[in-house]
Structure formats: C-alpha cells, structure tokens
C-alpha cells in the first residue's frame, strides 16, 4: 500500500499517461510557474510579517480605533411628509 491506498505502480502508470499527454515541456514549464508563484507567496508572507513587526504604536491604536467602528449598526425611523396643495 503506498499513499492512501495507491500503491506505487498505479503512481507510475499514472505519471507515464500524464507525460504522454502533455509532453514534458509543457510540464516544465508548469512546474516553473507553480514554483515561481510559490515564492512570490512566500516572498508576500515574508513582507507582511515584517511590516507588522515595525508597525508603530499609534498605527495599530488608529487600525483598533477603525475596527471597532465599523462593525456598528445605526437604527434610524424615516419618516415621509406628504404635502398636498389645495
């Protein structure tokens, strides 16, 4: 038994279809796009855990102060005039 019941030839039989079908050009050059988005992902992740790290006090005081704001139902009654001219 190989991963989740697949053993390791059904694996192979299905990588070999796959490179019939594709070619392996095509797949490298998947492989290269999915590799390069990956890093751009990374490379995102990275970016943000270090803004938040050199954020300042009153930055995340203003972020506070805008979230607890913004989740706040006003309940209004409208009412309607009707003037009618004689």
Not at 15 to 39: Q, T
Not at 55 to 69: G, M, Q, R, Y
Request: charged share 35%; aromatic share 4%.
């Amino acid at each position: 038994m190989g991963f989740g019941g697949i053993s390791i030839w059904q694996l192979l039989i299905v990588l070999v279809i796959v490179l019939l079908l594709f070619g392996s050009k095509k797949l490298r050059s998947v492989g290269a796009d999915l590799g390069g988005a990956l890093k751009g992902f990374r490379g995102a992740m990275k970016e943000g855990e270090e803004e938040t790290l050199t954020k300042k006090p009153e930055d995340s005081a203003k972020i506070e102060k805008e979230s607890t704001t913004a989740g706040r139902v006003i309940d209004t009654e409208v009412e309607q005039k009707d003037e009618k001219k004689v």
